[in-house]
């Protein structure tokens, strides 16, 4: 099978096309874009926490972490052939390994499951009350209008230190895992929306989780949705 990088590409413009033709969608979304070990998944917990908190809005209520469990929705598709750990990696498979991949070990082309993984944010976003980790959301949704794009940054030592005590491995093992993380990413980010993934007009916010306290972070997350349904003229 041929590896075609391009028809990912052609996916996300026909998405960004088609929502362009309707305004209607039903509840504001998060989407979190990370650098490695800067605390995604927590952040995502910390929002549920809060909202949690305000039980007395229908705004807050029904929302659901998308990470993992993005996942394994994409794996509930029987055209698609991949493992759990491959799709929660993130890793981008180059040409070569994605051939033998595809030949010998029976995996979909990486552009079936990016195609695949794309489609499934486009969907859980549409719907909207979900808090989606990483896998290019903030791109492949930028064209709906209730989306909270918001991206986590922190130095790179605290990020190692924190990918150490997490895998249990050493800080050696965890400089190289932080770093890989950090290139699959960028690299997915580029090829499939020519974007660079650091570009801060991708987002609404980018929070230091070094200098911020997560639930900080969360509260202002929340009012950054209550902005955003206000604009938008929606009870959400």
Request: glycine letters at 6%; one cysteine or more; hydrophobic letters at 40%.
């Given at each position: 099978m041929i590896h075609d990088p391009g028809g990912v590409s052609r996916f996300v413009r026909g998405l960004i096309e088609e929502h362009k033709e309707t305004s209607a969608q039903g509840a504001p979304f998060v989407t979190i874009s990370r650098e490695a070990g800067a605390g995604g998944r927590t952040l995502a917990e910390a929002i549920l926490k809060a909202m949690s908190k305000r039980p007395e809005h229908r705004l807050w209520k029904g929302w659901q972490i998308f990470d993992r469990e993005l996942c394994e929705a994409v794996?509930?598709?029987?055209?698609?052939?991949?493992?759990?750990?491959?799709?929660?990696?993130?890793?981008?498979?180059?040409?070569?390994?994605?051939?033998?991949?595809?030949?010998?070990?029976?995996e979909s082309?990486?552009?079936?499951?990016?195609?695949a993984i794309f489609k499934t944010v486009h969907e859980v976003a549409s719907v909207g009350r979900a808090i989606i980790v990483g896998r290019g959301?903030?791109?492949?949704?930028?064209?709906?209008?209730?989306?909270?794009?918001?991206r986590l940054v922190a130095p790179r030592e605290l990020r190692v230190k924190r990918v150490a005590h997490r895998?249990?491995?050493?800080?050696?093992?965890?400089?190289?895992?932080?770093?890989?993380?950090?290139?699959?990413?960028?690299?997915?980010v580029h090829r499939c929306f020519h974007k660079d993934i650091n570009d801060p007009l991708l987002y609404d916010a980018i929070f230091n989780t070094d200098t911020l306290e997560m639930s900080s972070?969360?509260?202002?997350?929340?009012?950054?949705?209550?902005?955003?349904?206000?604009?938008?003229?929606?009870?959400a």
């Open positions: 794996m509930k598709d029987p055209r698609i052939r991949v493992s759990l750990e491959a799709l929660m990696s993130e890793k981008e498979r180059g040409d070569f390994e994605d051939m033998l991949a595809s030949f010998f070990g029976g082309p990486q552009a079936r499951v990016d195609h959301a903030a791109c492949c949704t930028r064209h709906l209008e209730l989306g909270v794009r918001v895998r249990s491995v050493s800080e050696h093992e965890a400089k190289q895992w932080v770093a890989e993380q950090d290139d699959h990413r960028a690299r997915l972070i969360a509260e202002a997350v929340l009012t950054l949705i209550e902005r955003r349904v206000a604009e938008a003229g929606t009870s």
